[in-house]
Structures are given as structure tokens and as C-alpha cells.
């Protein structure tokens, strides 16, 4: 579950994945499977194929992508999350969700 985004935001998001744009949107989030991990980003683009080259030139694994049209993303969270943020300059993702 996402917590701590404002419907806007997420429309926001939502816009800029359709429209073929590299879009992030990072907020808290809860899964049992991951007790240590209290945020995500969520990385979308409606084109699969800059989506797949993104995951790439991050060293990241394209098998991880979420393939949920109209929607698709993957998911960083970790030490991989903070160290994409900084090299992407989105500073304020990590400030605003620590």
C-alpha cells in the first residue's frame, strides 16, 4: 500500500508514464516481505523498450520490470533506490521521505 502522496502526485505520475516519460514517484509503503524497506520508487514509462534500456544503463535486471499496463514500472528500494535518486538528481525524494 502507498502512503504519503497526494492524489495529485499520483496523477501526475500516472500522466508522464503514458505519455512515454521516464516518471518517478517515490512514497512509503508496507509489505511483509520487505519489514526493512519503509519507501519505494516507483519508476514508470508506458514504453517498455526506454523502461528496458532505464533498468539497463542502471544495472538493473528489465526482468523486474512490473508489466501492468497502462503502468509499467520497477520498483527500487534500498540502497539501490538512494543511490538512483542521487545519480538522477531527485534529491527531494529522499529529503521529503527520509
Same mark, same amino acid.
Given at each position: 500500500m502507498a502512503f504519503g502522496i497526494t *492524489?495529485? @502526485?499520483?496523477?501526475?505520475? =500516472?500522466?508522464? %508514464?503514458? *505519455?512515454? @516519460? $521516464?516518471? &518517478? +514517484?517515490? /512514497? &512509503?509503503? &508496507? !509489505?511483509?516481505?520487505?519489514? @526493512?524497506? *519503509? $519507501?519505494? $520508487?516507483? %519508476?514508470?514509462?508506458?514504453? +517498455?523498450? *526506454? +523502461? $528496458? !534500456?532505464?533498468?539497463?544503463? /542502471?544495472? +538493473?535486471?528489465? =526482468?523486474y520490470i512490473h508489466n501492468r499496463p497502462p503502468f509499467p514500472h520497477f520498483d527500487l528500494m534500498g540502497w539501490k533506490q538512494k543511490d538512483i535518486l542521487a545519480k538522477e538528481n531527485l534529491l527531494h525524494h529522499m529529503d521529503r521521505f527520509k
Open positions: *492524489r495529485a @502526485e499520483l496523477n501526475q505520475w =500516472k500522466e508522464a %508514464v503514458a *505519455r512515454g @516519460e $521516464t516518471a &518517478y +514517484l517515490t /512514497h &512509503y509503503w &508496507y !509489505d511483509p516481505r520487505f519489514p @526493512e524497506v *519503509r $519507501t519505494v $520508487t516507483k %519508476v514508470g514509462n508506458a514504453n +517498455l523498450e *526506454r +523502461l $528496458t !534500456d532505464w533498468c539497463i544503463a /542502471h544495472g +538493473l535486471n528489465p =526482468k
